[in-house]
């Protein structure tokens, strides 16, 4: 299966402060990446869709100018949560599109991030 | 719209049998997957279904019903480690976006 490396496994921040949050694929080109959320035992849920080099798509209720998405090239994909609060503490998890597999998903090892 | 149902949580005894359906209803259908999560750790692949019937993986099995928008996963020969969450996920829409149900909490006990 397809190596995903997602980096920081934890991050603990400030109210008002931004995260930036890494998600590679190792060994294949990612042309589409997803980022989900999952809040604790809930499911995860889509936040957005990139294409490299193009902006990405917004799942409704994300705001995007507030969970930024930087898909600049086929192996590196960032989510940037700007001016955290408490509330978006919460599981983020990256999975990029691996053409080569099929339709199977492949995750990062997801970021849980507390804002305090 | 886009609805996935699972049951909560279950409870089964170590060494038995136990099975977590989901149904769905969805825009588009392009698979189902099973997949396994253990708390505040990412998901893991248990299984993928296309076509009707019965996919069997180890002590684990799944089965998908494309008429009836349903599919079932089956562990046999229980063990503590498998107490974890089980995701369905349905393959919508394009760039094969995956679309969660709400998981269901298993705990094995001896």
């Known amino acids: 299966g397809a190596v995903v490396s997602q980096h920081p496994s934890r991050v603990i921040c400030k109210s008002g402060t931004s995260v930036k949050i890494e998600c590679r694929s190792l060994d294949f080109q990612a042309t589409t990446m997803f980022w989900y959320r999952q809040f604790p035992k809930q499911s995860l849920m889509l936040m957005a869709t990139?294409?490299?080099?193009?902006?990405?798509?917004?799942e409704q209720g994300v705001e995007k100018d507030k969970f930024l998405i930087n898909h600049a090239s086929l192996t590196l994909s960032t989510l940037t949560v700007t001016s955290a609060h408490p509330e978006d503490s919460s599981f983020y998890i990256c999975?990029?599109?691996?053409?080569?597999?099929?339709?199977?998903?492949?995750f990062g090892q997801g970021t849980r991030l507390t804002v305090v | 719209g886009q609805n996935i149902d699972q049951p909560t949580e279950m409870t089964a005894t170590e060494g038995a049998i136990v099975q977590i359906n989901c149904t769905y209803q969805t825009s588009g259908f392009n698979g189902l997957f099973w997949y396994q999560q253990h708390a505040g750790e990412a998901p893991t692949f248990l299984s993928y279904?296309?076509?009707?019937g019965l996919e069997e993986k180890g002590r684990f099995s799944s089965f998908l019903s494309r008429s009836k928008g349903y599919s079932y996963l089956l562990l046999k020969e229980l063990q503590m480690k498998d107490s974890a969450s089980y995701l369905c996920a349905v393959v919508s829409g394009g760039y094969n976006k995956l679309i969660f149900g709400a998981g269901t909490r298993l705990a094995v006990h001896p």
């Open positions: 990139s294409n490299e080099g193009s902006k990405a798509t917004y």
């Open positions: 999975s990029p599109l691996d053409p080569g597999e099929g339709t199977e998903a492949f």
């Open positions: 279904n296309v076509l009707d």
